[in-house]
């Protein structure tokens, strides 16, 4: 079992910056895929980025470029940094896990979700 907390979120004007941390508890982080989704009002939840346990990342066209995924498994803890934030980054954030650490789309653990509202 692994238990996910998101932390981060908040309101921030386009064109800024912000960075989301997701702490890992309950089990062996650094074998897990772990990855960052959105849902934002009226909309599916779609996949941000997500990094497998070997190192491998990979990223949603819409964030590619502005947006980057790190974990650093000595403090179970990953992170999404983004950057030139646009008013359609608007939407909640969730962290997920996954044990086969090589899912490009890590989705058997979730995080509660932390809020991103990127306005002026």
């Known amino acids: 079992q692994v238990q996910l907390v998101e932390s981060g979120g908040g309101l921030v004007q386009p064109g800024g910056s912000l960075r989301l941390s997701c702490a890992a508890s309950?089990?062996?982080?650094?074998?897990?895929?772990m990855g960052w989704y959105r849902q934002a009002p009226g909309k599916q939840r779609e996949l941000v980025a997500a990094?497998?346990?070997?190192?491998?990342?990979n990223y949603a066209d819409s964030v590619k470029g502005r947006f980057t995924i790190s974990r650093d498994n000595a403090k179970n803890t990953m992170y999404l940094q983004m950057n030139s934030l646009k008013p359609e980054d608007t939407a909640v954030y969730y962290c997920?896990?996954?044990?086969?650490?090589?899912?490009?789309?890590?989705?058997?653990?979730w995080g509660q979700g932390t809020q991103v509202t990127v306005s002026s």
């Open positions: 309950g089990s062996i982080f650094s074998i897990y895929a």
């Open positions: 990094a497998t346990s070997g190192g491998s990342t």
């Open positions: 997920s896990a996954d044990r086969y650490g090589s899912s490009r789309y890590p989705g058997e653990y």
